[in-house]
């Protein structure tokens, strides 16, 4: 969330992230009283809030300030029963709202049907200029071919279950196929059950810095996407187009918005459990340029 103050900034200066100027979040209340009085104190012309609707600071905020407030919402969800019963008390806040921002078309659905009321879809931007010449497309590794997962395996709709499940299928129909997963989280519990020979094929790379991910993204063959719902946008299919990755992803909407299939990269059926690899590797498939 930021606010604006535009009477005496520039646009561009005027904006100050919240972060920058809160603690975590603390609700009735002192968070109530805390954000209250920063709004009411800080004279602001607009109040620019993410994610208004959910139980964090931005709600907070929502509730405290006074003004024209934006608001963009991420999310995509197909059906929130916390939010139906929330409506009544979020109702007033909601009502604030002078403009609606969605990055998708899948995020503007969400809150036509749970919040009611149009949004503007708006899309992420990335800026594609740290993944420019990563990628050597005359170059290619032995073996292969290398597949890569990158993400939050910890939350299940990231599919990393799916995909190690699949994986013993694949790897029978490519000997020298190996999986590269970064992120956060404990992997063992994902890893439990797997023969030797099939872990022996895994690489963990854990949490990675934005430059090692540019780097896994440009030297992967395959960037792999089994995420099995909840996503809106899908900004990490951006950046392995941008880091010129052949991408393979589950047929969520909102991944083949930003795919246009097979032109960005291929899709399987979110229900089917053995996607291969070899399905990208002989289509015809070639990496995406980066400013695609």
């Known amino acids: 969330m930021s606010f604006a103050r535009?009477?005496?900034?520039?646009?561009?200066?005027?904006?100050?992230p919240l972060q920058r100027l809160s603690r975590p979040p603390r609700f009735w209340p002192a968070g109530f009283r805390a954000h209250s009085a920063l709004g009411h104190r800080g004279g602001?012309?607009?109040?620019?809030?993410?994610?208004?609707?959910?139980?964090?600071?931005?709600?907070?905020a929502?509730?405290?300030?006074?003004?024209?407030?934006?608001?963009?919402?991420?999310?995509?969800?197909?059906?929130?029963r916390a939010l139906r019963l929330a409506g009544p008390m979020l109702q007033p806040g909601l009502d604030k709202i002078?403009?609606?921002?969605?990055?998708?078309?899948?995020?503007?659905?969400?809150?036509?049907?749970?919040?009611g009321g149009p949004s503007v879809v708006i899309p992420n931007g990335l800026n594609t200029t740290p993944f420019t010449g990563l990628r050597d497309a005359e170059v290619r590794r032995t073996g292969g071919p290398n597949v890569l997962f990158l993400g939050r395996f910890t939350e299940p709709r990231k599919g990393l279950a799916v995909l190690l499940k699949a994986w013993p299928s694949i790897l029978a129909q490519h000997p020298a196929a190996c999986?590269?997963?970064?992120?956060?989280?404990?992997i063992e519990t994902f890893l439990h059950g797997l023969t030797p020979a099939v872990r022996d094929s895994i690489r963990l790379h854990g949490p990675v810095s934005a430059h090692d991910k540019e780097a896994l993204l440009a030297g992967t063959d395959i960037y792999i996407a089994p995420n099995t719902g909840g996503e809106s946008f899908g900004i990490i299919l951006t950046e392995a187009l941008a880091a010129g990755a052949p991408i393979m992803a589950s047929d969520l909407v909102a991944f083949g918005d930003v795919l246009d299939p097979p032109l960005g990269g291929q899709t399987f059926p979110?229900?089917?459990?053995?996607?291969?690899?070899?399905?990208?590797m002989t289509s015809g498939a070639t990496p995406p340029s980066a400013n695609a």
């Open 62 to 80: 929502l509730w405290a300030v006074t003004g024209p407030v934006v608001a963009t919402f991420h999310s995509s969800q197909i059906k929130s």
């Open 98 to 115: 002078s403009a609606r921002i969605a990055v998708s078309e899948e995020a503007a659905r969400t809150v036509s049907e749970q919040l």
């Open 44 to 60: 602001f012309d607009v109040v620019h809030i993410h994610e208004p609707a959910s139980p964090s600071v931005s709600l907070l």
């Open 179 to 186: 999986l590269d997963i970064a992120g956060p989280g404990a």
């Open 6 to 16: 535009g009477r005496d900034l520039g646009w561009w200066d005027g904006v100050r």
């Open 270 to 280: 979110m229900v089917t459990p053995t996607p291969s690899p070899q399905r990208s």
